[in-house]
């Protein structure tokens, strides 16, 4: 009777044994899949011939722009370009692969990513970022980064190459965004050119936006695209999801189905 009994607990504790065997395969499984989107888009920025040749595109234009606005200009004040960070300038690829390999999202670790400054430069950044220094023009870094990070993110800038001024250096405080840092530097120097990855990066108008209005302020100044406007491709991350998600956070297996209804035969 005893060896039945301890059979039966044997058969008992193999079965809720092989049950949570599954279940743990299919979360993997379940969050493996949740990081498709992010494995493809951010190999394609790894890899991809396309997306270096997007970046000196970017760049190209950028300097045709500044030639032109320098040439043209009848403004007293002195110029200035204002460049974001993250996608436009520094390469945060190392930290968005370290999220998908620990199956993580940001904020995970951020902070000890920016304070390890291990940003690389975008490519064709720096000649172009030497270009403009060397026509004396001020260059100012506008980032949603945190105060706190100003001193690590200034630190990175200067690692890769970039001529960096302390106060050039503008970041995210509680009274302050990047809306209200392009508004001062527009009321002191005349913007040739501004180069982001996000359109809130260009003109609060694009901020808050559904899609549809979104579009029809994209049409109306589609004039200022690839001249004043200078827009970085970033696939990974970006307004374009927040909207999607309704500006809210979720998991990534849940941004992945809202991704598969917008699919379109």
Not at 73 to 93: E, Q, Y
Not at 149 to 168: D, E, I
């Amino acid at each position: 009777m005893q060896l039945k009994k301890s059979a039966q607990t044997a058969l008992k504790l193999l079965q809720v044994f092989l049950v949570i065997s599954a279940a743990i395969v299919l979360i993997t499984r379940q969050d493996h899949n949740a990081h498709d989107y992010s494995i493809g888009a951010h190999a394609w920025v790894t890899n991809a011939a396309e997306y270096r040749a997007l970046a000196h595109q970017a760049f190209n234009a950028a300097r045709t722009q500044v030639d032109t606005a320098l040439s043209t200009t009848t403004s007293p004040l002195p110029p200035a370009i204002i460049c974001d960070v993250d996608f436009t300038l520094l390469s945060n690829n190392s930290y968005e692969a370290f999220l998908i390999t620990n199956q993580q999202t940001y904020p995970y670790k951020w902070r000890r990513w920016v304070n390890s400054c291990l940003g690389t430069a975008l490519p064709g950044a720096n000649e172009f970022i030497e270009y403009v220094h060397k026509k004396n023009i001020a260059i100012f870094y506008v980032t949603s980064r945190d105060i706190t990070l100003k001193g690590a993110t200034t630190k990175n800038l200067r690692k890769v190459g970039f001529p960096v001024k302390n106060n050039h250096v503008l970041c995210r405080t509680k009274k302050q965004t990047k809306v209200d840092h392009r508004r001062t530097i527009d009321q002191n120097y005349n913007v040739l050119a501004i180069l982001g990855d996000q359109l809130r990066d260009f003109d609060h108008r694009f901020i808050n936006k559904d899609q549809a209005i979104l579009y029809q302020e994209i049409e109306q100044q589609k004039h200022k695209f690839g001249k004043r406007f200078i827009v970085f491709p970033n696939p990974i991350y970006g307004s374009w999801l927040h909207i999607l998600t309704g500006n809210k956070r979720l998991p990534k297996i849940k941004e992945l189905e809202l991704l598969r209804k917008t699919l379109q035969s």
